[in-house]
């Protein structure tokens, strides 16, 4: 079931949802049986669709109504990534490296976003099916991880259980350890890491996970 949210999430998702076949106002209209002119208004923002109207314009394009609350999800961290979630237009000062242009520092938000989308995604897949994916390499999970910023890297772990693994978080201690005498910045992030892993594991642990 979607949930309600923020009227310019559920217009943009509105808007995605008919996008993503190609089809006009009238087209998704025809397709769905909401009148054309509310479709207008929600795509405007005008009018916020009930969760029941959104489960039958998504039932009309195709899209699996378990996937909505994800999309609106994803859609909502996009606008925060691409203007700081403040309607300014303007990409949030805590992207852009000091070398980056703000093309570049757009594709890393937009990467960010669509990374936890995926993790989200999947989250979702798991639940539904009741059976989780076999746990990955501790080395190839940190890699997806490393190109993110530590505060996305900690929301991404939080967010897809495929990180919270005892492999995963005694990997992270060892690295932590190793590259402490190099590196003491990437060393205390790997440690809080391991940290944060070793927290979710106790409070939500897998059901390959040792007791």
């Given at each position: 079931m979607a949930r309600a949210g923020d009227s310019q999430d559920l217009a943009a998702t509105v808007t995605l949802l008919r996008t993503?076949?190609?089809?006009?106002?009238?087209?998704?209209?025809?397709?769905?049986?909401?009148?054309?002119?509310?479709?207008?208004?929600?795509?405007?923002?005008?009018?916020?669709?009930?969760?029941?109207?959104?489960?039958r314009l998504a039932a009309a394009t195709g899209l699996p109504v378990f996937l909505l609350e994800p999309v609106r999800a994803f859609i909502h961290r996009l606008r925060e990534s691409t203007v700081g979630g403040n309607g300014s237009g303007t990409v949030p000062k805590a992207f852009p490296q000091p070398d980056e242009t703000p093309k570049q520092a757009l594709g890393a938000a937009l990467e960010r976003a669509l990374c936890q989308a995926r993790a989200e995604l999947k989250l979702q897949a798991e639940r539904s099916a009741g059976?989780?994916?076999?746990?990955?390499?501790?080395?190839?999970?940190?890699?997806?991880?490393?190109?993110?910023?530590?505060?996305?890297?900690?929301?991404?772990?939080?967010?897809?259980?495929?990180?919270?693994?005892?492999?995963?978080?005694?990997?992270?201690?060892?690295?932590?350890?190793?590259?402490?005498?190099?590196?003491?910045?990437?060393?205390?992030?790997?440690a809080e890491l391991a940290n944060l892993v070793a927290e979710l594991i106790r409070h939500h642990p897998r059901p390959d996970s040792c007791s």
């Amino acid at each position: 079931m979607a949930r309600a949210g923020d009227s310019q999430d559920l217009a943009a998702t509105v808007t995605l949802l008919r996008t993503l076949r190609g089809w006009s106002k009238k087209q998704l209209a025809d397709a769905s049986g909401v009148d054309k002119s509310r479709i207008s208004r929600y795509e405007l923002g005008k009018e916020t669709p009930s969760a029941r109207t959104l489960e039958r314009l998504a039932a009309a394009t195709g899209l699996p109504v378990f996937l909505l609350e994800p999309v609106r999800a994803f859609i909502h961290r996009l606008r925060e990534s691409t203007v700081g979630g403040n309607g300014s237009g303007t990409v949030p000062k805590a992207f852009p490296q000091p070398d980056e242009t703000p093309k570049q520092a757009l594709g890393a938000a937009l990467e960010r976003a669509l990374c936890q989308a995926r993790a989200e995604l999947k989250l979702q897949a798991e639940r539904s099916a009741g059976n989780p994916a076999p746990p990955l390499d501790p080395e190839t999970l940190w890699e997806q991880l490393r190109p993110f910023a530590d505060a996305d890297r900690r929301l991404l772990v939080r967010n897809a259980r495929e990180y919270q693994a005892p492999l995963f978080c005694e990997w992270l201690g060892a690295e932590s350890l190793r590259v402490s005498a190099t590196d003491p910045s990437q060393a205390q992030e790997l440690a809080e890491l391991a940290n944060l892993v070793a927290e979710l594991i106790r409070h939500h642990p897998r059901p390959d996970s040792c007791s």
